[in-house]
């Protein structure tokens, strides 16, 4: 589904990811994880689009999205999660939920008025409604619907965050650093809605806290200085005497 091939990222004369090649299929729950500076956000950039690469492709279904923009990767199903909060502020939560998944469907039906009239419409307008609901029980954040998004906590913003990309019923899902910075609760409630994701959605999670990954993940890429180290099922790649040694420190 998703092909990764020789990635690789220069600025000037540092390499920033230096030829990574990676194949999610639908309901992949991989992690990327290595030391500061190891390329981490550089592959979520390159996946996003939010960077271009200096070599190697990105390729989503047998399409080639290389040099395609970040919005059009969206409409394709490529969906980031935290580090760059979408959430808006003077919205309610419900209706960042709402908008999300409308900007979405908009793209999808080549946006303009037609889309915008169709939002409009009554019905599809509840529709929406209900399915951000939905979207917001699954994060734990149904009593907040008619809050400001302002109102929330840190936590909850990064959850809002997640049911916004959600509500694009993406196919990949990329996250960046989901647990920095919440609370041991909010933590939980993260894991479960993503230990809960559709078995088709592929999941590349970036993380530093290793219980998160896992138990998320079922294959991880250990990055070092912008290389793979090792890559492979979870257990066997945190337990590499070569991880130890340079992600853990336990040498
Ligand atoms: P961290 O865990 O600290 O977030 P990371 O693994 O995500 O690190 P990246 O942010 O991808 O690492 O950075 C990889 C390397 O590329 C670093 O040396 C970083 O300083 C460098 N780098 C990233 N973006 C740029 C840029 N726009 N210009 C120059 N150098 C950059």
Same mark, same amino acid.
């Given at each position: ?8 990222? $220069? ?25 500061? *500076? ?23 279904? *047998?399409? #080639? ?6 919005? $059009? @990767?969206?409409?394709? *199903?490529?969906? @980031?999660?935290? &580090? &760059? ?7 309610? !939560? ?21 889309? $915008?009239?169709?939002? $409009? ?13 939905? &979207? ?24 809002? #965050? ?6 694009? @019923? ?10 920095? *910075?919440?609370?041991?609760?909010? !933590? ?10 559709? #078995?088709? /959605? ?15 993940? #079922?294959?991880?890429?250990?990055? /070092? ?18 991880? @130890? ?7």
């Amino acid at each position: 589904m998703l092909s990764l091939t020789g990635l690789t990222r $220069r600025y000037g004369s540092l390499t920033a990811l230096d030829s990574v090649s990676l194949r999610l299929a639908p309901g992949a729950r991989h992690a990327v994880i290595g030391p500061n *500076g190891a390329g981490k956000t550089t592959l979520l950039n390159l996946i996003a689009g939010t960077e271009r690469p200096t070599h190697g492709s990105v390729v989503l279904d *047998g399409r #080639d999205l290389t040099r395609t923009a970040p919005a $059009r @990767r969206a409409r394709r *199903g490529i969906a @980031r999660s935290f &580090q &760059q909060p979408s959430v808006i502020a003077e919205l309610t !939560v419900l209706d960042n939920v709402v908008l999300a998944g409308w900007r979405h469907r908009t793209a999808h039906t080549g946006g303009g008025a037609g889309a $915008r009239a169709l939002f $409009r419409t009554g019905v599809r307008r509840r529709q929406r409604a209900e399915a951000a609901h939905r &979207q917001l029980a699954a994060v734990g954040l149904a009593g907040y619907a008619d809050h400001p998004a302002s109102s929330l906590s840190h936590g909850q913003r990064r959850l809002l #965050d997640l049911a916004a990309a959600l509500a694009t @019923r993406p196919r990949v899902l990329l996250l960046d650093e989901p647990a920095a *910075g919440l609370t041991d609760r909010d !933590v939980n409630r993260l894991l479960e809605v993503l230990g809960g994701l559709p #078995d088709d /959605v592929a999941m590349l999670l970036v993380e530093h806290h290793t219980e998160v990954v896992s138990e998320l993940a #079922d294959t991880v890429t250990v990055l /070092v200085d912008g290389r793979e180290l090792v890559a492979g099922p979870v257990q066997t790649a945190l337990n590499h005497q070569a991880v @130890r040694d340079a992600y853990l420190g336990t040498g």
